[in-house]
């Protein structure tokens, strides 16, 4: 067996790759308009309430990507739709559990903190999250159902959103008006998720069986997607007693990171759902597509990042004005985690494909110790480079110990 014969279909990395360049647009106004438009304080606010509801939306939903890929794509058409539904149903109740938790604690504290955070503050962010939580669920839905463009589109579509509104909002409400715009955005991804999703399960019969295993696999990659998000998303909380402007400096460096990052994740996951198809008559072949994707990726990332590294402050001076050129020590750090990003989505990758959903839960467990240690050190002295640094310490811990606990069982 070839290894064309589990290649990425070429219509699937087209639509990839326009989905990054729309994302990467939207991207570029939130971490460039919006920053100059709300000032460093304001920013601050808003990134720790963009970080709080985006980590747990996104740490509620992160293993489902690999989930729904690896459940559905190896199904025929008839039988699909069915366990698509059956699926979807379950991690949903699952999920919403999560969030309603969630949701508690935060009114808990919101009341214990009244003078540092409102009400409506408390509420817009949780409203974001459970609306960011229903939209990745039906994004990933979409993914395993070979719907790639409702997949592609979710994020340019959200972040747009959120720039655009939180221009029109922040000089007539000020904070919660950007914090509003959170909300808005999460629910125009839900409502691209399901206009995707219902046309092909209208028709879907309940009461399909789970394939065996599939639970449980969904629960280690949740486990282990909510400790990654201490990783990613860790840095601008962490820089909570440090002042309003390192949270700031710190959430741009971290921003910039996680856009490459999550873009080199997604280019990889577009990949997944041919190479389970693969897996079963070609282990090799498949694994060798997810390995050159990752090689093709930090081909062009890894130069991409030692050039913006060596030009981060007179970049972010210009672009969002000398109150963020205090951010370029962390930024420069933030890419050198945004380089490791090839090899932390590989390895996850493969423990995906191999079903190996235990060795992403110990490579992410390692990596959220370890920013957290670093962090720790570092923070109080250093500020939002301290913060980064513990970012980049995460990433690399959680793709070592990952590839570690692949070779350990191989």
Known sequence: MTDRAVAVPRRALAGSAAGKALEALTLAGLVLLVPRALGPADYGGFAVALAVATGIATATGIGGPALFARVLASLDASGR?????????????????????????????GLLAPGDVGALQVALVAAAALLGAAASLLSQLALGLDRTAAWNLRYPLENGVIVATALLLYPAIGLDGALAAIALGAAAALALGIA??????????????????ALRFGRLQAAGGALTQTIHRGAAPACAGAGAVAIGH????AGAALAITYAVLQTLLVALPGAVRADAHDRAGAEAVLRRTAALCAAVLVPVCALVALAAEPLLAAALGEGFRGAADALRIALAAAALAPLWALA?????????????????AAGAVTFTLIALVTVPSHGAAGAASAMLAGVAAATAATFAALRARA
């Open 250 to 253: 710190a959430a741009i460096a």
């Open 348 to 364: 996850n990758q493969l423990a995906a494909l191999r079903n190996r959903p235990g060795a992403s839960l110990a490579g992410a």
């Open 196 to 213: 995707s999703t219902w046309p092909a399960l209208r028709d879907a019969h309940g009461g399909a069986a789970l394939p065996a295993g």
């Open 81 to 109: 739709r069915d366990v698509a539904r059956a699926l979807a149903l379950r991690v949903g109740r699952t999920r919403l559990l999560l969030l309603i938790a969630l949701a508690a604690a935060a009114a808990v504290a």
